[in-house]
């Protein structure tokens, strides 16, 4: 089945993810929409963040998409189930993943989570880890300067590493020996983390696992592309294409080419 996979964001936090799928799926088309224009959702109601996600639902669908991958870690807590009850294609999004794999990976039970403030407030992580394992227990905290200062560059960089300390100090103190990255730009800033953190705490990366996830869910539909032919890769936004493709270039293993601006509002 060569239709593509959809996968969106809320900007391009969201390449995290495409580029686990490029890595995990070589033979797949994909198609990335990258809310640019609304960005951020993270501090944004479950209302908002509803309706953003069912327009570019729908514009997804207009690409013919086969599968939907919600790389944002604020519309998969806010969003996704409201939008798997009315579409008859599968979608994933990054939660769920991330928290399996925080389950499996504990030895002590202490799991600490990272995300939006609108993540952490829904207590998603908190909820999935809980109904896999109600002995562990989870200390959420939300990071918000961590978007500007990944999306600034500022990706080794010692007001990264200050803010890190300032965040994550209570992660320490409750000894979590699991941190889960549940926010599309962490993975970027994963060494300022663990550096932080220690080599004894693990960092689950959730866009590693929902790629893992989606390519267990397309053998077991039958829905693998098998046409041998060359991948295409569509790029999409609502606004700002240049400093997309500038940053889209610095995450992806290939290059950015076309990025066409979308009137999301329309759909
Ligand atoms: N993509 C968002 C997330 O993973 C981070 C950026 C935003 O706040 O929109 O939660």
Known sequence: MDNPIGVFDSGVGGLTVAREIMRQ????????????????YGSKSKNTVLKYSKQIVRFLQTKKVKA???????????????????????????????????????????VGVIGTASTVK???????????????????????????????????????DDIVSRYLQEMKEYNVDVLVLGCT?????????????????????????????????LVKEGMLNKSGAKPSYEYYVSDGVESFMSFADSVLPVHVGDTQVIDIESF
Do not use: W
């Open 25 to 40: 799926l070589p033979g797949e088309n994909l198609v990335y929409f990258g809310d640019t224009a609304r960005v951020p």
């Open 68 to 110: 939907i991958v919600v790389a944002c870690n604020t519309a998969s807590a806010l969003a996704l189930d409201d939008i798997a009850k009315e579409i008859d294609i599968p979608i994933i999004g990054v939660v769920k993943p991330g928290a399996k794999m925080a389950v499996e990976t504990t030895k002590t039970g202490n």
């Open 122 to 160: 829904s207590g998603i992580y908190n909820d999935y880890i809980r109904e896999l394992n109600s002995d562990v227990t989870v200390v959420s905290k939300a990071c918000p300067l961590f978007v500007p200062l990944v999306e600034e560059g500022l990706i080794e960089d010692r007001v990264t």
């Open 185 to 217: 730009h962490y993975p970027l800033i994963r060494n300022a983390i663990k550096r932080f953190m220690g080599d004894e705490v693990q960092l689950v990366n959730p866009a590693f696992e929902t790629a893992k996830d989606l390519k267990e869910l």
